[in-house]
């Protein structure tokens, strides 16, 4: 992207049918899918022997008319017993593991394939994606909606092929043994699919509103849980708890309504297969009666036709899987083409060798359209040079650092590096350029040497503990009980403000940027603590390009440089000695802030 141009911030949506593209997904693991299905026809398959050699017994072995000796019926009733006791022990009792255990396998291969696209995705979002959206949502379609995912692997890709080859055997044993019968036995179909088409709509679109429910319900709780103690601060714990008793309410309501239309879709569908057995052995007795059919083979019918509708009635579970795996199929699709709004442009070139000279030309910037917060903006940083921005709130000092390292682009104009766009570079080692030591600290729960390693993953032990003291953390690390070794609450709830701090700062060394930008790196701490940060970030700015944002100016008066910013526009900009002399905005703020000093 070059200079002047705006930054667009279209989606693309996909073109092909979400099943379709699930199938991607699906396809690597088809084998298993495939054995799956056979173990599942040899499962279901194998119980159709039994109802033929009892009709055996019936109208052969054991009938008034059978010619056989006592000892005869013996034998066949041992023959066939063992006949069958083996088929069940070498062929259904494998049939029925295989079935099981490889549906699992590739259910759960397809969901942690998914799964992980959808997490690689949401990292490529950029920093105006989960602005928008809370992360107990994300979460909750990563972790909820994929699951459910998983039972179209589960029950529609194996039981379809499985169920079909069982339902076509069954129709044509069915066929040869009395085509009337079958007649009357499909008699219910065109009911049953009316029923399955109508409820399954219901259950889909009720399923949307299930899963949305969900999401912003997980989003509420996470928001609540991660501030317990600003809940528990301002005695809000019984207003939280009506809150929560509201949400989970209307959740319990749609569910309830889920539970409504799955059990109809089984009581009418079960109707429905229950009906037509009393029809066929209406007509059955019918045709008894007029000799046509003999009651072994009435008998033999009528077992069959358990068998098949036994994947009839899984038919119909199946459409309310379907319907409701398929919403949330598509929220997870929702998600994935969600495009980022930072991205390589085709021609980007790593960013190496990094001098840390930063240009911004006449560069604009709007979170909303029509709302600018950064206007028409020059700013020139020399390499090496350390640059303070300082003005009121909202005047655009964070906004204009986080275009730096492309958290967003900018609406028009340029911001350069080392004489080059930043937009011509690649975004990971642009960002691989810069260190952030921001005002709110955030650790990860794991120990205090892996929260320094995210700066580095690659750091020896010596690395570490050099960044350590450099940044005055390793005394009080190596006086935790397990030094370096030390497992975080979340969020490093076991530190201090001013220890989290020099973690964020370790963090930063092992980094070892060439550009540095420090946001309100030292407020709200006590004075031992910021004595203790400001050591060590003069330490950490030897050498880079530093941006420091400080509302206490006696942090900034050294600073090579002070711009004063106010409406996202530079105001002012000169040393601490020249501002002074001016006698404008920056002079007033520091005299305002030395006469409270001195108050207090």
């Known amino acids: 992207m070059t200079e002047g141009a705006t930054c667009s911030k279209?989606?693309?949506?996909?073109?092909?049918?979400?099943?379709?593209?699930?199938?991607?997904?699906?396809?690597?693991?088809?084998?298993?899918?495939?054995?799956?299905?056979?173990?599942?026809?040899?499962?279901f398959t194998v119980p159709l022997i039994f109802p033929r050699i009892m009709q055996h017994f019936i109208d052969d072995v054991f009938s008034s008319n059978s010619v056989l000796s006592a000892s005869e019926k013996i034998y066949q009733l041992n023959y066939w017993?063992?006949?069958?006791?083996?088929?069940?022990?070498?062929?259904?009792?494998?049939?029925?593991?295989?079935?099981?255990?490889?549906?699992?396998?590739?259910g759960n291969q397809v969901t942690f394939a998914l799964r992980y696209d959808l997490y690689k995705h949401m990292q490529r979002m950029s920093a105006s994606y989960y602005s928008k959206h809370q992360s107990g949502g994300i979460v909750s379609v990563l972790m909820n909606d994929i699951a459910l995912v998983s039972n179209l692997v589960g029950n529609a890709l194996t039981n379809i092929w499985m169920d079909g080859v069982l339902v076509i055997a069954l129709l044509f044993i069915l066929l040869r043994m009395d085509w009337v019968l079958t007649l009357a036995s499909l008699s219910i179909f065109p009911f049953y699919l009316v029923v399955s088409k109508k409820i399954g709509r219901k259950v889909k679109r009720n399923s949307h509103m299930v899963q949305d429910e969900t999401e912003e319900m997980s989003a509420h709780v996470q928001e609540k849980v991660g501030g317990y103690s600003v809940v528990q601060a301002f005695t809000h714990e019984e207003f939280e708890r009506k809150r929560f008793r509201n949400e989970a309410a209307k959740l319990l309501n749609f569910q309830l309504q889920s539970g409504m239309l799955s059990s109809l879709n089984t009581t009418v569908t079960g109707y429905l297969t229950a009906l037509a057995p009393i029809i066929v052995v209406w007509v059955g007795c019918q045709r008894i009666n007029s000799g046509v059919l003999t009651i072994g083979e009435l008998i033999t019918f009528y077992a069959y036709l358990g068998s098949f509708y036994l994947p009839i009635n899984r038919f119909a579970e199946l459409n309310v899987v379907y319907s409701t795996s398929m919403a949330a199929l598509e929220r997870v699709l929702h998600v994935m083409d969600e495009t980022p709004d930072i991205q390589d442009t085709p021609n980007a070139v790593e960013c190496t060798n990094v001098r840390g000279e930063i240009l911004l030309k006449n560069i604009s910037f709007s979170y909303e359209e029509n709302e600018k917060i950064i206007k028409n903006m020059n700013l020139s940083i020399h390499a090496g040079e350390r640059i303070a921005l300082v003005g009121a709130s909202g005047s655009g000092k964070s906004t204009l650092v986080s275009l730096i390292p492309r958290f967003y682009d900018i609406d028009c104009g340029s911001v350069c590096l080392d004489g080059r766009d930043i937009r011509e570079y690649k975004v990971h080692s642009l960002r691989q350029q810069v260190g952030i030591v921001p005002q709110e600290t955030i650790l990860f729960s794991g120990s205090i040497r892996e929260n320094i390693l995210y700066g580095n993953p690659e750091a020896s032990e010596e690395d570490i503990i050099a960044a350590a003291k450099a940044a005055n953390a390793y005394d009080f690390i190596e006086g935790m009980p397990d030094g370096f070794d030390t497992v975080l609450g979340e969020r490093g709830a076991k530190l201090s403000g001013g220890q989290k701090q020099r973690i964020?700062?370790?963090?930063?060394?092992?980094?070892?940027?060439?550009?540095?930008?420090?946001?309100?790196?030292?407020?709200?701490?006590?004075?031992?603590?910021?004595?203790?940060?400001?050591?060590?970030?003069?330490?950490?700015?030897?050498?880079?390009?530093?941006?420091?944002?400080?509302h206490r100016l006696s942090t900034v008066v050294n600073a090579d440089e002070i711009v004063v910013m106010n409406k996202g526009k530079i105001i002012e900009k000169g040393s601490h000695i020249q501002l002074l002399a001016q006698n404008g905005a920056y002079a007033r703020l520091y005299h305002t802030q030395f006469d409270e000093a001195i108050g207090e």
């Open 10 to 43: 279209s989606k693309r949506h996909g073109t092909k049918s979400s099943f379709k593209r699930f199938l991607r997904y699906v396809r690597p693991h088809i084998w298993l899918i495939v054995i799956a299905a056979a173990g599942g026809i040899i499962k």
């Open 81 to 106: 017993t063992l006949i069958i006791v083996g088929i069940y022990t070498f062929l259904w009792i494998p049939g029925t593991y295989v079935r099981h255990y490889f549906t699992s396998k590739a």
């Open 504 to 550: 964020a700062i370790a963090r930063v060394f092992i980094k070892n940027p060439k550009i540095l930008i420090l946001d309100e790196a030292t407020s709200a701490l006590d004075s031992q603590s910021e004595r203790l940060i400001q050591e060590a970030l003069d330490r950490l700015m030897v050498g880079r390009t530093t941006i420091l944002i400080a």
